[in-house]
């Protein structure tokens, strides 16, 4: 154990679990209503994603493995991992969904689906009940991501999937009512079940691990319920979680009962709904690109184009020439050249048929991407945050910049309940007619008086 990692005789995990059991459920107003928000946001994009590739083959490889009552987005229904694995994968399938800044993790596409699908496997359950699963499992994600964070992620973790699995094991441990000590072995199992690279951006892997996230999580509480046991020690100390993928210089547990006593993750860090579906770290240069485009830079009138970012957003955004969407969403070049020529970034931007536009090969060619020295040494846990300046020398000698800091739809600029409710629609009108659109909408917005997850799963099987 590290030094200063735990000053109490019970270990984080227990902490952790004790804390998700025992609880009390009296969430604020303001923590529900972002709760119901992010049901909202996921199931638009679990919509959005139904029709993917990435989606419609997993499902396939599912499909043959018998029925159950848990209901798959577009098709039928089926045991509740399976369910939930189809669902979390199309959740991400466009990178669309929400991210956890602490956890650096795209954590709704994991949560949502399992608590829908476990939900509908155990029946008698409230749509109440499946948001304040929802409320426990973002704290144990924000928890988890404090004390990883941020060398955990830049080791090259898909949190995602690392700290996606033990949140979701979690918010199903809440959900089914598990005690503390069952709690406990579920957060250890998961541990067994959570991974992830990072080296699978831009692969129809990357979002399968929001799925497995659901899966794996979903599974672990499921297995505690029955009985099986783990090391209730599995984040700290020797080989614990910490331990093995964060550096020694991580923030640890230290803090942690003081932290979970504390107001909850949903209100203290909120989430980033996202405005634009590519990777969270290309966000600023794009809104840095529209920026330049409503000033009335021209593409055709730039000689070079230099996007100053972090080390961070350089990695991520790694595809110079992509050649598919995925790896469109995580291409500096594509998401700066098509929002500085469109003035937008929307979903039609990386259909299939967008992708070898001319226009954005001919700008990428013109451009380079530089580290901000000033975020050399990145440090999330310190309070820092990313940014992206994006300079342009023009032909006639003239030069424009403009910086992100905070884009639309992060905690300090969220997007408005009308933002929400247009993403809601351009999302499921890939699939759905107005008037199911509305429908979903008012099941959505009144899911917490639901008498179960079916208010919701219902529409599931309308495409």
């Known amino acids: 154990m590290r030094e200063g990692d735990m000053n109490q005789s019970r270990t984080a995990t227990e902490t952790l679990a004790e804390w998700g059991a025992q609880t009390p459920g009296d969430w604020t107003p303001a923590c529900r209503h972002s709760a119901k928000r992010a049901f909202i946001d996921t199931v638009a ?241 794009i809104e840095a690109a529209i920026a330049l485009h409503d000033r009335g830079v021209l593409a055709d009138d730039v000689d070079t184009l230099t996007a100053h970012v972090s080390p961070m957003a350089k990695a991520n955004l790694r595809f110079v020439s992509p050649e598919t969407p995925s790896q469109a969403k995580f291409s500096l070049t594509f998401c700066v050249g098509a929002a500085l020529i469109d003035g937008h970034a929307n979903l039609a931007t990386f259909q299939p048929e967008r992708i070898g536009r001319p226009d954005i090969a001919s700008l990428a060619e013109r451009m380079r991407i530089e580290i901000d020295p000033a975020l050399e040494d990145q440090a999330m846990d310190r309070g820092e945050f990313d940014r992206c300046t994006v300079e342009v020398l023009l032909r006639d000698g003239t030069s424009a910049t403009e910086t992100s800091v905070v884009p639309a739809g992060f905690p300090g600029k969220p997007l408005s309940d009308a933002a929400l409710r247009q993403k809601f629609l351009e999302c499921t009108g890939r699939v759905l007619g107005a008037s199911v659109q509305e429908e979903l909408w008012g099941a959505l917005e009144t899911f917490d008086r639901a008498d179960g997850p079916a208010a919701i799963t219902r529409f599931f099987a309308i495409p």
């Not at 964070?149 to 918010?171: D, E, F, K, Q």
């Not at 959570?194 to 659901?214: D, I, T």
């Open 45 to 285: 994009c679990m919509f959005a994603g139904a029709g993917e590739p990435v989606t419609q083959r997993t499902s396939a490889a599912v499909g043959r493995w018998g029925s159950g009552p848990a209901r798959r987005v577009g098709g039928g229904g089926q045991a509740a991992p399976w369910a939930a694995l189809v669902n979390g994968t199309a959740a991400h399938a466009l990178d669309y969904d929400d991210v956890l800044q602490p956890a650096l993790a795209h954590i709704s596409a994991g949560l949502v689906p399992a608590i829908l699908a476990l939900a509908e496997e155990t029946g008698d359950v409230s749509g109440a009940r499946c948001l304040d699963a929802y409320v426990v499992g973002i704290e144990i994600a924000a928890r988890l991501g404090e004390a990883l964070n941020i060398s955990h992620y830049s080791r090259g973790w898909h949190t995602t999937l690392s700290i996606g699995a033990p949140a979701v094991a979690a918010a199903c441990a809440r959900l089914i009512g598990l005690d503390a000590g069952q709690t406990a072995h579920a957060l250890a199992l998961s541990t067994s079940m959570a991974g992830g690279s990072k080296r699978q951006f831009g692969s129809m892997a990357k979002p399968l691990h929001a799925g497995l996230a659901a899966k794996n999580g979903l599974v672990a509480a499921s297995l505690a319920a029955a009985g099986v046991d783990a090391a209730r020690d599995v984040f700290e100390g020797e080989w614990g979680l910490l331990g093995m993928t964060a550096d020694p210089d991580a923030p640890g547990f230290a803090g942690l009962e003081r932290r979970l006593e504390g107001p909850a993750a949903l209100e203290q860090h909120g989430l980033w709904v996202k405005a634009y579906p590519a990777c969270a770290s290309g966000h600023r240069p």
